[in-house]
T-cell receptor
Framework: GAGVSQSPSNKVTEKGKDVELRCDPI?????LYWYRQSLGQGLEFLIY????????KSGLPSDRFSAERTGGSVSTLTIQRTQQEDSAVYLC??????????????????FGPGTRLTVL | GQNIDQPTEMTATEGAIVQINCTYQ??????LFWYQQHAGEAPTFLSY????GLEEKGRFSSFLSRSKGYSYLLLKELQMKDSASYLC????????????FGSGTKLNVKP
């Protein structure tokens, strides 16, 4: 999606290794989200950030998952000791940037292209 | 808890009309969204409903009934490029920044 980049686009790793996924948003948005999408499935909420703080971490599947955001901008999602069930597409999303949604902001999300993670 | 249901897959013919349903049972409701997702791509926003009724946007319309916990996405004059997954998402009443997604409906448009 416009204004949201993610890296890497693809990541293949061995079971037990740590991986770090990155989301680079445009400035001026209100919140940043991480979702996971397994093959043929819907979106599973992981975590969201308001500024640098994460009010809701309830979606993180286990303590192997963590995320941080610095400077109200770039966010990284880290998965430690990866397992095969972690294989999925990890999507980053932003809510409407300030000023672009008009008088009534319904807060739709703009998604990045995702990182496809494969754990062998 | 949150529960959002959509049919897994649907097939329709080019030029026809198709209706994709979404039912939800959530502890709170503050708007319903529809997203389109082509295979291998990120979801893109289609529509938003917060009040009962029909919202029309070109070939796509979305309907909401809050009392029934029900929405549908209506696609008219189907085109081959409409083949995609359609995701229904509900925004939390108490947390404006939290969304719950359904598993999506894969629509196959045939010639």
């Amino acid at each position: 999606g416009a204004g949201v980049s993610q890296s890497p686009s693809n990541k293949v790793t061995e079971k037990g290794k740590d991986v770090e996924l990155r989301c680079d948003p445009i400035s001026g948005h209100t919140a940043l989200y991480w979702y996971r999408q397994s093959l043929g499935q819907g979106l599973e909420f992981l975590i969201y950030f308001q500024g640098n703080s994460a009010p809701d971490k309830s979606g993180l599947p286990s303590d192997r998952f963590s995320a941080e955001r610095t400077g109200g901008s770039v966010s990284t999602l880290t998965i430690q000791r990866t397992q095969q069930e972690d294989s999925a597409v990890y999507l980053c999303a932003l809510t409407s940037p300030t000023g672009l949604a008009g008088a009534f902001s319904y807060n739709e999300q703009f998604f990045g292209p995702g990182t496809r993670l494969t754990v062998l | 808890g949150q529960n959002i249901d959509q049919p897994t897959e649907m097939t329709a013919t080019e030029g026809a009309i198709v209706q994709i349903n979404c039912t939800y049972q959530t502890s709170g409701f503050n708007g319903l969204f529809w997203y389109q997702q082509h295979a291998g791509e990120a979801p893109t926003f289609l529509s938003y409903n917060v009040l009962d009724g029909l919202e029309e946007k070109g070939r796509f319309s979305s309907f909401l009934s809050r009392s029934k916990g029900y929405s549908y996405l209506l696609l008219k004059e189907l085109q081959m490029k409409d083949s995609a997954s359609y995701l229904c998402a509900v925004r939390d009443l108490y947390n404006f920044n939290k969304f719950y997604f359904g598993s999506g409906t894969k629509l196959n448009v045939k010639p």
